[in-house]
């Protein structure tokens, strides 16, 4: 995701590399997957799932601290960073108010907010996954996620952001396409939750019956779909390439969105053949810290974007400098985390 911020030449090989789809639908996906595990584990200790409100509030702290200071820079350090926060620089005391409320957030400055606003929304929404006593039930509560993916491709942003002050920014990622990623992970976490508890007593792998022939069924489909999109988005098979609403990144088009599923199937029948085929313990270092990692990325990016274009566009500074970034924020989740110290 760091490598894809700074952009080219490193950029070019990764962006979208997969297919119609980038390193964020992963983000969501995942974090919603593995915050359904979080709090299936948890249910017993904490059923109104308080812990996820705790991690949104801190969140937010994160971003209203890095909002502010970057601002601050921009506006007495680098003003060559000012057109980033012109709406918070022009609208100073009103952009506190709705900057506070996660709805004016500047460019690269709104995938926390999004963050926030489905940590909120999961503490109401994951202990009625949890308490699910079917696949079917599962399935019935991910249907209004659907919804609003389906509202998100026919203009339901725009029409709720029509009652804002048009100086807003609201940022690249329609929340209500982008939730849809996100609850996905969650309910298909909670579905295989389900498929493991009703279908084989001793939750093994092997015995999880109906749910994992399906799955096994259709990943040779999921490949092939995955292998397609690799192509035709590259331009190795000569057809046109699909039209914006099919494969928008801001509402989360459905061919993307299949695309991405495709691959994430893909990455779980890997995981299940080969448990400990993608666990690394540099990423597993960085995924303990994320949040941290993540703050500190974004403000990388602004410094680079400062950074005089004789260097940002030339060789070797914009390699050297993104491999650079990726290892020092390596090093701030290893001394963030408390193995690392010694004793």
Known sequence: MTLDHFGRPISYYLYQCFGFFSAAEGFFFLSGFVG?????????????????????????????????????V????????????????????????????????????????????????????????????????VFLLWLPS??????????????VNSVFPDWIVHGDFD??????????????????????????????????????????????????????????????IPLQLPTDFWTSKVHVGPLRFANFFCFMMCIGWIVRTWPAALDFKMTNLIGRHSLDVYTAHIVLIYFWFATPGSIRYHGPWNVMVPIAAC????????????GSSPG
Request: aromatic share 16%; with cysteine.
């Open 36 to 72: 359904m595990l979080a709090a299936t584990s948890k249910q017993r200790k904490d059923p109104t799932q308080s812990w996820m409100r705790g991690r949104a509030l801190r969140i937010w702290k994160y971003h209203c601290i890095t909002l502010a200071c970057l601002c601050l």
């Open 74 to 137: 921009a506006v007495w350090i680098l003003p060559v960073l000012a057109p980033y926060f012109k709406s918070i620089v022009q609208h100073p005391l009103e952009s506190i108010l709705w900057s506070a409320l996660l709805i004016n957030t500047p460019e690269w400055l709104d995938v926390l907010p999004l963050y926030v606003v489905f940590l909120i929304l999961g503490s109401m929404t994951f202990p009625l996954f949890v308490k699910a006593k079917s696949k079917t039930r």
């Open 146 to 159: 659907l919804a609003l993916w389906i509202g998100a491709q026919f203009g339901l942003r725009d029409a």
């Open 175 to 236: 929340p209500f396409a982008w939730q849809f990623v996100y609850f996905t992970g969650a309910a298909v976490a909670a579905w295989w939750k389900r498929a493991k508890a009703f279908g084989n007593p001793d939750n093994s792998i092997e015995g999880d019956g109906r749910a994992v022939r399906v799955i096994r069924k259709l990943t040779p489909a999921a490949l092939a779909v995955l292998v397609f999109g690799f192509l035709w988005s590259h331009q190795f």
């Open 327 to 338: 290892v020092f924020l390596w090093g701030l989740s290893k001394w963030r985390d408390p």
